[in-house]
């Protein structure tokens, strides 16, 4: 059973910068792409990053120049570092792993951007 638990959300404000961690525990042998989502109140959960085994990112053109995704293969984590942050950018932010064509979710971490 696989287990992703995220941490590091927050309120900051307009400007600021958060780092998002998803790590993976249980039985995992080896992880496809890491992505990250989010969902604003009253909208549809959209893709905000994603990032390959080897290290190959994409993002959404509302964070590109503002984010980077990343991953530590050897710790089964993946990263999202968010700069300049705007207050469009809130939402709840939800990482997803792939793990042998299986997709896996974590919880959910809320990120405010206000003053």
């Known amino acids: 059973q696989v287990q992703l638990v995220e941490s590091g959300g927050g309120l900051v404000q307009p400007g600021g910068s958060l780092r998002l961690s998803c790590a993976a525990s249980g039985t995992i042998f080896g992880i496809s792409a890491m992505r990250w989502y989010r969902q604003a109140p009253g909208k549809q959960r959209e893709l905000v990053a994603t990032?390959?085994?080897?290290?190959?990112?994409d993002y959404r053109d509302s964070v590109k120049g503002r984010s980077t995704i990343s991953r530590d293969n050897a710790k089964n984590t993946g990263y999202l570092q968010m700069n300049s942050l705007k207050p469009e950018d809130t939402a709840v932010y939800y990482c997803?792993?792939?793990?042998?064509?299986?997709?896996?979710w974590g919880q959910g971490t809320q990120v405010t951007v206000s003053s």
């Open positions: 990032i390959t085994p080897g290290g190959i990112a």
């Open positions: 997803n792993f792939v793990i042998r064509s299986l997709d896996h």
